[in-house]
């Protein structure tokens, strides 16, 4: 017999094979309206913050009203699956650039991201604040799993030779965040981004 569940806000069937039940996987149509869904709910955010509409962004991403609240029961809900989403990208970017890219190079293109990701965490600066209770404990995991990321990618340079390891990871980010908060839009994000380069040169090893 079928029994259903809920899994990261979206409903899927779990069925008994003899050794208990196991879930099975999300269809790939459901998969699909998912990612859609966050893309065109990171876009209403960004642009009108807390008063983006539900239903609207279901009209957007193409799909009904009911798709959406299965797979995001409240506003809040959709909100840190977009923010979570972001930080997933970005933490499985540093895995990725490790095993196409030089070590430093894979650092470099890497903080050119997490430029993006603070372009976009500020444009959902509204939305965000509107969660009820804060989003203090969002926060605090983003910073843990994107520290582990960079330091992943730091610690590669390093054993290269390319870089010092004597600095704390987290600097990076603070330089980088602090640059981008000065200016809004996009002369923050490109003020950052020329910061970059001058980083990496202070970090990197005589020759």
């Not at 330089?175 to 809004?184: I, K, Q, R, T, Y």
């Amino acid at each position: 017999m079928e029994t259903l569940s809920v899994y990261q806000g979206g409903i899927f069937g779990v069925v008994d094979d003899g050794k208990g039940l196991t879930p099975r996987k999300p269809r790939a149509d459901a998969q699909r309206n998912r990612a859609l869904l966050l893309k065109t709910a990171k876009a209403a955010f960004a642009e009108k913050g807390a008063a983006a509409s539900l239903d609207e962004i279901a009209r957007t991403a193409g799909v009904g009203a009911g798709t959406l609240y299965r797979h995001f029961p409240t506003r809040d809900a959709l909100i840190e699956a977009v923010y979570r989403h972001e930080t997933e990208q970005l933490v499985m970017a540093a895995a990725r650039l490790a095993e196409t890219h030089a070590p430093t190079a894979a650092l470099r293109e890497w903080l050119q991201l997490f430029v993006d990701y603070m372009a976009t965490k500020h444009g959902m600066y509204e939305a965000l604040n509107s969660i009820v209770g804060g989003i203090s404990e969002l926060h605090s995991a983003s910073t843990e799993q994107m520290t582990r990321a960079i330091a992943k990618l730091i610690d590669r340079a390093a054993a290269s030779g390319e870089i010092r390891s004597d600095f704390d990871p987290l600097d990076l980010l603070r330089a980088l965040a602090g640059v981008a908060n000065m200016s809004s839009g996009s002369d923050g994000s490109q003020a950052a981004k020329r910061m970059i380069d001058i980083l990496i040169a202070g970090i990197r090893n005589p020759p």
